[in-house]
C-alpha cells in the first residue's frame, strides 16, 4: 500500500535528522511533485476533456471558427497525438504548430473548413483559461477530444497520498532536499544521479522509474516524420516534393 505523505515526511525527516522540520517537508514535498508533473509526461495522471469547436470565436485576431476553445482549467500541456475531432464518427487528429507558424497562416473570412493544425495559447485570452486554436477554423461544432497532462495540486492534508507512484523515490529526494537546509554533507549522496557515485541517488532512482513507466516491453515504439510536413499535410511540402522541379 502506498505511504500518505505524513509518513513520507515522517521517514524523509527521520534520515535528514531534523525530525521537527514537518511544514517545511511538506512545502518541499509539493515542490517535488509540481516538478515530476511539470518536466515529465506520466499516464497516471493524464486526463481527457470533451468539448465541441466553437464556430464563433475569433480570438488573437483570428478568423471566425478559429478560437480560442477553453481548456480545463488544470490544463498543463497537450500529450502528443492526443488531439483529434470527430465527423459522422470518423476521427480526424489534430497537428500541433507552435504560434508562431499558426500567427503567419492565411486568416481570411470563408476559410471554415475540416481543421488539422492546432496550437494551445497557455496564457489564455483576457486573463481566461488557455485556449485551443485551430486552423483551418472548423466549420461545425464537431465534438472534439482532447488528452492532457494536469497541473497537479498542492497536498494540503497530511492524509492525502501523492500521486507519484514511486514512494522510494521520493523518500529519497525529500530527504536530500532536507538536508540542504541543516547542510548535511549527505545531500549529494542522496540527491545524485551517478550510479557510481551516489548508487541509492534521487536521481539514479527516477531515472530507472522512467525507463520502465509506460510499460515499453509491451508498447512498440515508432519513429515518425514531422507530421505538419508529412502524410495528410502534403500540401505544405516544398514545390520540389510535388511538382518535380
Given at each position: 500500500m502506498a505511504l500518505n505523505a505524513a509518513q513520507i515526511i515522517d521517514i524523509a525527516t527521520q534520515q535528514a535528522k531534523c525530525p521537527g522540520f514537518t511544514a517545511q517537508a511538506l512545502a518541499?514535498?509539493?515542490?517535488?511533485?509540481?516538478e515530476l508533473a511539470q518536466d515529465y509526461d506520466f499516464n497516471v495522471i493524464r486526463k481527457s476533456a470533451y468539448f465541441n469547436f466553437d464556430t464563433t470565436a475569433s480570438g488573437n485576431g483570428?478568423?471566425?471558427?478559429?478560437g480560442p476553445n477553453p481548456m480545463p482549467s488544470d490544463f498543463l500541456?497537450?500529450?502528443?497525438k492526443g488531439c483529434f475531432y470527430y465527423i459522422s464518427q470518423v476521427p480526424y487528429p489534430l497537428i500541433g504548430v507552435e504560434q508562431e507558424q499558426f500567427d503567419t497562416f492565411v486568416q481570411q473570412p470563408g476559410l471554415q473548413s475540416y481543421p488539422y493544425l492546432a496550437y494551445v495559447d497557455v496564457t489564455g485570452v483576457s486573463g481566461e483559461e488557455p485556449g485551443l486554436y485551430v486552423w483551418p477554423p472548423a466549420s461545425g461544432a464537431y465534438p472534439v477530444t482532447i488528452r492532457y497532462n494536469p497541473q497537479m495540486p498542492d497536498i494540503t492534508e497530511q492524509t492525502e497520498v501523492p500521486w507519484f507512484p514511486n514512494t522510494n523515490y521520493l523518500i529519497r529526494r525529500l530527504a536530500g532536499e532536507l538536508m540542504g537546509l541543516t547542510n548535511d554533507d549527505r545531500m549529494p549522496a542522496f540527491l545524485?544521479?551517478?550510479e557510481d557515485t551516489a548508487p541509492m541517488g534521487a536521481g539514479v532512482l527516477l531515472r530507472k522509474y522512467l525507463q520502465m513507466k509506460d510499460d515499453?516491453?509491451?508498447a512498440v515504439k515508432t519513429v515518425t516524420l514531422d507530421r505538419r510536413h508529412f502524410g495528410q499535410a502534403w500540401n505544405n511540402l516544398p514545390s520540389t516534393k510535388t511538382i518535380g522541379w
Open positions: 518541499l514535498l509539493n515542490t517535488i511533485l509540481q483570428y478568423a471566425v471558427g478559429s500541456r497537450l500529450h502528443r545524485g544521479d551517478n515499453p516491453e509491451t
